[in-house]
């Protein structure tokens, strides 16, 4: 970055963290009665060619392919101006990249960004895409790209096709029903491993081959898989599966997979081709498979094997019912950076060449968190709402308390949660987990303040459905 544009982005950052609001707007809400519902399901290919770098650059890039990765979505109409929900099988979308794909997805559906949730899957083996890191290591000239910008419009233009082709077979929505079962074996907490004052002395990763650490306790975790279907009278045609887990058995190979669950969502997809089946990761920043994945290669299908038994077991316990209204809530969050996120020191050391990778585009993360501040674009949340059932979008790398606190708040309704939507802010702990450090709390972007931010908005999109 030259010195004159380099010391325009550090004023400009920090100009503006002063100023920076935690909450400007709260609970817009669009509440429509029905009358004649119909779905527009869409998928299009996201798998990265040969060379392209996963997860950000700081693994191996793209030598082949095991299984393609897909965006895969609905569009809602009949309830107001279009509703867009979309699962995307990259590990994530940050800031303007996030706000691109909402804007591609609003403009193919007819209807507004604020009504777009967009949600990643989080596999490794995938795309990690900020488009200001991607600007900001591309001048450095000797670190790997975060993403081929060709590539990626390529996808925002594959987006706006796959909407519009849709929109030309749209079903009918009669009906909805929501269900859920137990998961064994594949969900764990990360942060179990503690000293006597609480702090995390290790992490138990996405694999763990310590053994010490795998016979530890699944510790706090939502063993529930749910979900939310919607019917052309009889039919089944969408289908959406949450479930909270980082969703990697092993990874850094180069091999650009979906994963276990992505596996057990095409396997099912596979059998049920009449029916669009989706599946989001829930609020899994301190959540992996470790206890029960030591990262060989066939403990991918075990996992893919039981994340596939959860969804045939929710599935079985679905019972449509008629609509009667659809409600769309959005809320706008501002949260604060951590003040130890010092602009220059990120310039310096991603423009150190005896660094390794990670630790130069990581920081180019981070330092593109801070310009977005600058550039005040908050974080949308949003639920849809279908009668008692909320489907609530958050985003980033959430701990698996908001999920909880989610069902908590909407306890009169039936909530399933995906995270993972716009990644600008890293990983998001609780409040009290700050003071215990690890890993999660080490790169999290903002000061724990997010967490009485982030509680509010989910308050405001989670009322009782009297209000």
Same mark, same amino acid.
């Given at each position: 970055?030259?010195?004159?544009?380099?010391?325009?982005?550090?004023?400009?950052?920090?100009?503006?963290?002063?100023?920076?609001?935690?909450?400007?707007?709260?609970?817009?809400?669009?509440?429509?009665?029905?009358?004649?519902?119909?779905?527009?399901?869409?998928?299009?290919?996201?798998?990265?060619?040969?060379?392209?770098?996963?997860?950000?650059?700081?693994?191996?890039?793209?030598?082949?392919?095991?299984?393609?990765?897909?965006?895969?979505?609905?569009?809602?109409?009949?309830?107001?101006?279009?509703?867009?929900?979309?699962?995307?099988?990259?590990?994530?979308?940050?800031?303007?990249?996030?706000?691109?794909?909402?804007?591609?997805?609003?403009?193919?559906?007819?209807?507004?960004?604020?009504?777009?949730?967009?949600?990643?899957?989080?596999?490794?083996?995938?795309?990690?895409?900020?488009?200001? +890191?991607?600007?900001?290591? $591309?001048?450095? @000239? =000797?670190?790997?790209?975060?993403? *081929?910008?060709?590539?990626?419009? /390529?996808?925002?233009?594959?987006?706006?096709?796959?909407?519009?082709?849709?929109?030309?077979?749209?079903?009918?929505?009669?009906?909805?029903?929501?269900?859920?079962?137990?998961?064994?074996?594949?969900?764990?907490?990360?942060?179990?491993?503690?000293?006597?004052?609480?702090?995390?002395?290790?992490?138990?990763?996405?694999?763990?081959?310590?053994?010490?650490?795998?016979?530890?306790?699944?510790?706090?975790?939502?063993?529930?898989?749910?979900?939310?279907?919607?019917?052309?009278?009889?039919?089944?045609?969408?289908?959406?599966?949450?479930? +909270?887990?980082?969703?990697? $058995?092993?990874? @850094? =190979?180069?091999?650009?997979?979906? *994963?276990?669950?992505?596996?057990? /969502?095409?396997?099912?997809?596979?059998?049920?081709?009449?029916?669009?089946?989706?599946?989001?990761?829930?609020?899994?920043?301190?959540?992996?498979?470790?206890?029960?994945?030591?990262?060989?290669?066939?403990?991918?299908?075990?996992?893919?094997?039981?994340?596939?038994?959860?969804?045939?077991?929710?599935?079985?316990?679905?019972?449509?019912?008629?609509?009667?209204?659809?409600?769309?809530?959005?809320?706008?969050?501002?949260?604060?950076?951590?003040?130890?996120?010092?602009?220059?020191?990120?310039?310096?050391?991603?423009?150190?060449?005896?660094?390794?990778?990670?630790?130069?585009?990581?920081?180019?993360?981070?330092?593109?968190?801070?310009?977005?501040?600058?550039?005040?674009?908050?974080?949308?949340?949003?639920?849809?709402?279908?009668?008692?059932?909320?489907?609530?979008?958050?985003?980033?790398?959430?701990?698996?308390?908001?999920?909880?606190?989610?069902?908590?708040?909407?306890?009169?309704?039936?909530?399933?949660?995906?995270?993972?939507?716009?990644?600008?802010?890293?990983?998001?702990?609780?409040?009290?987990?700050?003071?215990?450090?690890?890993?999660?709390?080490?790169?999290?972007?903002?000061?724990?303040?997010?967490?009485?931010?982030?509680?509010?908005?989910?308050?405001?999109?989670?009322?009782?459905?009297?209000?």
């Amino acid at each position: 970055m030259p010195s004159d544009s380099r010391r325009r982005f550090l004023e400009q950052v920090t100009a503006s963290s002063a100023a920076w609001t935690l909450f400007p707007s709260l609970g817009r809400a669009d509440d429509q009665a029905t009358g004649s519902l119909h779905l527009a399901p869409f998928r299009f290919d996201v798998t990265p060619p040969k060379g392209h770098s996963l997860c950000g650059g700081w693994i191996r890039p793209v030598i082949g392919v095991d299984d393609s990765l897909e965006a895969i979505g609905f569009v809602l109409l009949g309830a107001g101006k279009p509703i867009v929900v979309c699962a995307v099988d990259w590990t994530g979308l940050l800031n303007d990249a996030h706000v691109q794909w909402r804007s591609a997805l609003a403009e193919a559906a007819g209807t507004t960004p604020d009504r777009v949730a967009v949600q990643c899957v989080h596999q490794h083996n995938a795309p990690f895409v900020c488009l200001d +890191a991607e600007a900001i290591v $591309s001048k450095q @000239g =000797d670190l790997p790209h975060i993403v *081929d910008l060709d590539f990626y419009r /390529r996808c925002l233009d594959k987006a706006r096709a796959a909407v519009e082709s849709g929109l030309q077979q749209t079903r009918p929505v009669t009906a909805v029903a929501a269900g859920q079962a137990n998961v064994q074996n594949v969900a764990s907490n990360r942060r179990v491993f503690r000293n006597t004052y609480g702090h995390v002395m290790k992490m138990r990763g996405s694999s763990c081959r310590d053994e010490e650490l795998r016979a530890l306790s699944d510790g706090i975790i939502d063993p529930q898989l749910k979900t939310v279907a919607f019917y052309d009278g009889d039919t089944k045609i969408a289908a959406c599966h949450y479930y +909270a887990t980082h969703p990697m $058995s092993y990874y @850094g =190979d180069g091999r650009v997979s979906s *994963d276990f669950v992505g596996l057990a /969502r095409k396997r099912r997809q596979r059998e049920q081709p009449e029916c669009q089946h989706i599946y989001f990761t829930g609020c899994a920043g301190n959540i992996s498979a470790g206890k029960y994945n030591d990262g060989s290669q066939p403990v991918r299908r075990i996992l893919a094997n039981r994340i596939y038994d959860g969804i045939v077991a929710a599935e079985k316990t679905l019972q449509p019912k008629s609509i009667e209204h659809v409600r769309w809530r959005t809320a706008e969050m501002l949260p604060k950076a951590r003040s130890t996120l010092s602009a220059d020191t990120l310039y310096q050391q991603i423009s150190d060449s005896r660094n390794s990778f990670v630790n130069r585009n990581r920081p180019s993360y981070m330092l593109s968190w801070l310009g977005r501040l600058g550039k005040q674009t908050p974080i949308v949340l949003s639920a849809l709402q279908v009668d008692d059932i909320s489907l609530l979008h958050l985003p980033a790398e959430s701990f698996i308390e908001y999920q909880l606190r989610a069902q908590q708040l909407g306890s009169d309704r039936f909530v399933a949660t995906a995270a993972y939507g716009d990644g600008g802010p890293w990983y998001i702990p609780i409040a009290e987990e700050y003071p215990n450090g690890g890993y999660e709390v080490s790169v999290a972007f903002c000061d724990s303040s997010i967490d009485a931010v982030m509680t509010t908005g989910m308050q405001s999109l989670l009322l009782p459905k009297s209000v």
